[in-house]
């Protein structure tokens, strides 16, 4: 049984008592992850599409998914903790979900907010009619809304930041559902990149910086909205083009409707995208993600090369990187360390014991390729320098001479507030050390990140420019594109208390904001 027990804030307390939320102090459930989005309109098969489509979009939230159809009258719904392939694996839980129009979300839930009630599309009976939404990205003034929100008589149900857009709606004084939706975005602060289902549409809308993706595509006369060009391939869909940042798509019985309904904004699309996050198979903003990954490992070999015999990537992720290095360096390119495919990304284990674990059950050093050489690693990213300790000490046991490891992005100095898992500024080594102190915490002989304006040039522009950056970079930087109002804000510390869950897995994460 569930029990409400609301309480004071006290940093000690356990999440599995009650849990006590301000951002800047809860170390779980917070209102924060990263995810996918789908969304399709006309089409008899409406749910099986979506299905196939959360399943390509897979990699950007693992922890749960949902999908909502709509058949002109009734909505259906179905939503579970757990991936695209175990809950819809059963042919007649999606026949269930009967309609020409559905929507679906994968959730990565960053903590111990893995909950079946936060588990999207979220769904509300307006007076305006039925509503569902799926949301990737993080409001940052989600927090102060719902603390208003709250206040008002609005009876929250999750923990998401999403619910926030809802209740807001639910409170417009607006008549259509699309009035509303602008109404409640109008006020929200932060990133979205949101499908929405009504009886007659779907809607889809990307926030006025478009930080994260959104892509609108065709398939036949069914017109499909979703986070990656990867999912309109899975379903033999044409891409058409992205949602633009600020734009709202309508889906309805007529076409595609675009409005314009905020005030237009330089955008600030998120460059850790290209370096990590999306499907290297995926196009965002006229560039292949792929061809993205190559061109800045090309020019880190420019900025930072290394004498050495041999390149070798950290898989997955490391590898078009490291293939773009190769290439400008003119050393060869041997795929040095296998990853075991039957694990999940080191992320997604949340506690530092597992995560320990799991980049040893993950990586394996192929010494064959190895021993006596002179190797230069390169990945992604370096965030706690859990992975990079452990395949240096790998590589040197498979006897490298010398380890130089290149990382294809600037060292990740702060928290992304805007959908994209990362650790507390206090746990990020690049917060810790300098790159040399880094370079000895994890063993290298060398370490190079490629620079910031480095970035910029191999993704086509001049440099970063101070005052108008192309992109939102502020995990590198720490220039953030919008208010971080929450984060700044202590006001009404202990105020909320939320419904304390045993989450399915039981696990907790430590993690605080800075
Ligand atoms: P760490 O081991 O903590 O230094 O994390 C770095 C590794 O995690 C890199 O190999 C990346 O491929 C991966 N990574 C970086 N950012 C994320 C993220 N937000 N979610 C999951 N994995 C990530």
């Keep these: 049984m569930l029990s409400l027990r609301p309480r004071a804030y006290s940093p000690r307390a356990r999440r ?103 588990v999207q599309p979220l769904f509300a009976d307006l007076d305006a009619g039925g509503f569902a939404i799926g949301h990737n990205g993080n409001l940052t003034n989600a927090y102060h809304l719902r603390r208003k929100l709250v206040r008002r008589g609005s009876l929250f149900q999750s923990t998401t930041d999403t619910e926030a857009i809802v209740h807001l709606m639910a409170t417009s004084t607006a008549n259509s559902i699309i009035d509303r939706m602008v109404d409640a975005l109008m006020q929200v602060e932060g990133a979205y990149s949101i499908v929405a289902l009504c009886r007659s549409a779907v809607i889809a809308v990307r926030d006025p910086l478009g930080v994260r993706p959104l892509v609108l595509g065709r398939l036949g006369d069914a017109h499909i909205v979703c986070s990656e060009t990867c999912a309109l391939d899975i379903i033999g869909a044409t891409f058409l083009r992205d949602v633009e940042p600020g734009e709202m798509v309508v889906l309805d019985e007529s076409g595609v409707h675009s409005y314009r309904p905020f005030p237009p904004r330089p955008s600030r699309f998120c460059v850790f995208e290209y370096i990590y996050f999306a499907r290297p198979d995926s196009v965002i903003g006229d560039h292949s993600v792929y061809a993205a990954r190559k061109r800045i490992g090309a020019e880190l070999a420019r900025e930072a090369p290394a004498g050495a015999d041999v390149i070798v990537p950290v898989p997955d992720s490391g590898v078009p990187a490291a293939i773009g290095y190769a290439a400008e360096s003119g050393l060869p390119f041997e795929l040095g360390i296998t990853r075991n495919h039957y694990v999940g990304r080191t992320f997604i284990e949340p506690t530092d014991q597992i995560r320990n674990l799991g980049v040893k059950l993950k990586h394996n050093a192929n010494a064959a390729l190895i021993d006596g050489k002179r190797v230069v690693l390169v990945d992604d990213s370096i965030v706690r320098g859990t992975t990079s300790r452990k395949i240096v000490q790998m590589v040197r046991q498979a006897g490298a001479r010398e380890v130089h490891m290149r990382i294809s992005s600037p060292p990740t100095r702060g928290p992304c507030f805007y959908g994209i898992d990362t650790p507390a500024k206090d746990e990020l080594l690049a917060h810790q050390y300098s790159v040399e102190g880094m370079r000895r915490e994890i063993g290298a002989d060398s370490l190079a990140f490629i620079s910031v304006d480095g970035l910029y040039r191999a993704m086509g522009k001049p440099a970063r420019d101070p005052d108008a950056p192309a992109f939102c970079d502020a995990c590198f930087t720490l220039d953030y594109p919008t208010a971080l109002t929450d984060e700044e804000s202590t006001e009404g510390q202990g105020e909320l208390s939320f419904l304390a869950e045993r989450t399915a897995t039981g696990r907790r994460r430590k993690r605080s904001l800075a």
């Design 16 to 118: 599995d008592d009650a849990t006590l939320m301000h951002p800047s102090q809860a170390d779980d459930d917070t209102l924060r992850e990263k995810c996918a989005v789908f969304g399709i309109f006309g089409h008899a098969e409406a749910a099986a599409h979506t299905v196939l489509g959360l399943h390509a979009l897979q990699h950007r939230g693992q922890e749960a998914c949902g999908i909502v159809s709509c058949d002109g009258e009734q909505f259906h719904a179905h939503r579970a903790l757990g991936q695209v392939g175990d809950t819809f694996s059963n042919p007649a839980v999606v026949a269930m979900l009967r309609g020409y129009a559905a929507i679906g979300h994968n959730r990565y839930a960053t903590s111990g907010g893995t909950l079946l009630r936060n």
